[in-house]
């Protein structure tokens, strides 16, 4: 029993690991390089908005914000109040039912605000356009990187003498070749033809 104690702890010791050892530490040079980068292009991209492109994105952010919603109620409700409130006072409504004046005032500020968004979401729409362009691009380039590689790769295994020759794999002989962008996206846009009737085929 006390044998089978023993043995125990000591496996619960080597199991555990050592705290004394000093965890590796990492090289945040790539990190730091890559942030700055992406800074830097947010950075660029802010200073490419005049003056009035940035005022109408400040009301837009004013206008997202849950006390612009509470405004607009806020002011309908105290519209029809005063209405009821000159009725009972005055005998006459301001403003009679439907409240034409208050749908026009309505109407003119749904514009505006409709107008105010789209004229942020078009710049948000052109920065994310170039951005999906600049990682379409870095990922072309990484697979063109990967296919060298496993060329190089192979190419080495064949010039090693110690290492035994072996019949190329079809799926490896496969990622050797370089990727075509156009035979991939005529292929999904015939995939995406033939799975939906309504999908038309871009030139």
């Known amino acids: 029993m006390v044998r089978s104690v023993r043995i125990n702890s000591l496996l619960r010791r080597l199991a555990k690991p050592n705290r004394t050892e000093a965890a590796p530490e990492l090289d945040h040079t790539l990190v730091d390089g890559n942030i700055d980068t992406i800074l830097a292009s947010y950075r660029h991209a802010e ?5 009035t492109q940035r005022s109408v994105e400040r009301v837009s952010d004013l206008l997202g914000q849950p006390a612009y919603l509470a405004a607009i109620v806020l002011s309908v409700a105290t519209w029809v109040g005063v209405n009821a409130v000159a009725a009972h006072v005055y005998g006459r409504l301001l403003d009679p039912p439907p409240y034409s004046w208050l749908q026009g005032v309505v109407t003119l500020a749904a514009l505006l605000t409709s107008t105010v968004v789209l004229i942020k979401q078009n710049r948000m729409s052109r920065m994310e356009a170039q951005r999906a362009h600049l990682a379409l691009q870095i990922n072309l380039l990484t697979e063109q990187k990967v296919t060298k590689l496993i060329e190089l ?3 080495l295994r064949r010039d090693l003498p110690m290492v035994r ?3 190329l794999d079809p799926g490896l002989a496969a990622l050797q070749q370089p990727a075509d962008p156009n035979a991939m996206m005529a ?5 995406r033809s033939d799975t939906d009737p309504g999908y038309v085929v871009s030139e």
């Open 153 to 155: 790769l192979e190419e």
């Open 165 to 167: 020759d072996r019949a």
């Open 47 to 51: 200073q490419k908005i005049n003056r």
């Open 187 to 191: 292929t999904i846009q015939e995939w």
